[in-house]
């Protein structure tokens, strides 16, 4: 039980942390359950993916190799069916109903499928484990959340820029998490002051993320100044 709690813990903070951030028109919480589920499920599909993907490890030599591990087994696959399940459940949804919904729904379908993830690195390599991942791995999928989200919430709205930003709600996640991914596989000690720093840069961007399309939210009764300010500064 104290295993469970300690790999869940940093998923129920975070979306606890999301769902606050949504001040203005909070999504339902069955929706919000439906979102950790479906991220939760999709680990079984990554699963199977990532494994035959991992046969061809062999045929990419020195750097290649945590590079394809990284950016194609593990980044792209996972992502990849992240997005599929924000866009199949949620994408026509009428709760979808404003552009900070698109980090909500991704983020809370990251969060689940992270919370799955950690709960089977806790149970293999236990306690240290665990908690290193819950203060990196799970907020990085948070923030790889919050990207996608921050693209497909404005693709929502946005008919004439829609290809263009839904190519980036899944584009730039996969770039995040393959940068990610690719500095820890290399092993180079050196690296890991860069990976810090990048890190850091994901977090900030996350925030900077949620508190545009927070501040923008249509049912925000100072929308409409918030706005002329921005215009202002333009």
């Given at each position: 039980?104290?295993?469970?709690?300690?790999?869940?813990?940093?998923?129920?903070?975070?979306?606890?942390?999301?769902?606050?951030?949504?001040?203005?028109?909070?999504?339902?919480?069955?929706?919000?359950?439906?979102?950790?589920?479906?991220?939760?499920?999709?680990?079984?599909?990554?699963?199977?993916?990532?494994?035959?993907?991992?046969?061809?490890?062999?045929?990419?030599?020195?750097?290649?190799?945590?590079?394809?591990?990284?950016?194609?087994?593990?980044?792209?696959?996972?992502?990849?069916?992240?997005?599929?399940?924000?866009?199949?459940?949620?994408?026509?949804?009428?709760?979808?109903?404003?552009?900070?919904?698109?980090?909500?729904?991704?983020?809370?379908?990251?969060?689940?499928?992270?919370?799955?993830?950690?709960?089977?690195?806790?149970?293999?390599?236990?306690?240290?484990?665990?908690?290193?991942?819950?203060?990196?791995?799970?907020?990085?999928?948070?923030?790889?959340?919050?990207?996608?989200?921050?693209?497909?919430?404005?693709?929502?709205?946005?008919?004439?820029?829609?290809?263009?930003?839904?190519?980036?709600?899944?584009?730039?996640?996969?770039?995040?998490?393959?940068?990610?991914?690719?500095?820890?596989?290399?092993g180079y000690n050196w690296l890991l002051a860069f990976w810090i720093a990048f890190v850091v840069f994901l977090y900030f961007s996350a925030l900077k993320r949620i508190k545009t399309l927070s501040d923008q939210s249509i049912f925000n009764t100072d929308y409409d100044l918030l706005n002329e300010k921005f215009t202002k500064r333009q």
């Open positions: 039980m104290n295993l469970l709690l300690l790999s869940l813990a940093p998923v129920f903070i975070i979306g606890g942390y999301i769902y606050y951030r949504d001040k203005y028109d909070k999504e339902p919480l069955q929706l919000l359950w439906k979102a950790l589920l479906a991220g939760a499920l999709i680990v079984i599909p990554v699963i199977f993916v990532e494994r035959f993907l991992s046969l061809f490890l062999p045929f990419f030599p020195g750097i290649l190799n945590p590079a394809y591990h990284g950016f194609v087994v593990a980044a792209f696959t996972e992502e990849s069916f992240k997005f599929l399940a924000l866009f199949l459940l949620f994408w026509k949804t009428n709760t979808f109903n404003e552009k900070f919904d698109g980090i909500v729904y991704a983020t809370f379908i990251s969060l689940g499928f992270a919370g799955v993830e950690n709960v089977m690195y806790v149970l293999q390599y236990g306690v240290s484990t665990g908690i290193t991942r819950a203060i990196t791995a799970v907020p990085a999928h948070a923030v790889f959340g919050v990207t996608m989200g921050f693209y497909v919430g404005q693709a929502r709205f946005y008919d004439k820029q829609k290809k263009e930003l839904l190519r980036k709600a899944i584009g730039m996640p996969i770039l995040l998490h393959g940068v990610y991914d690719f500095i820890l596989m290399t």
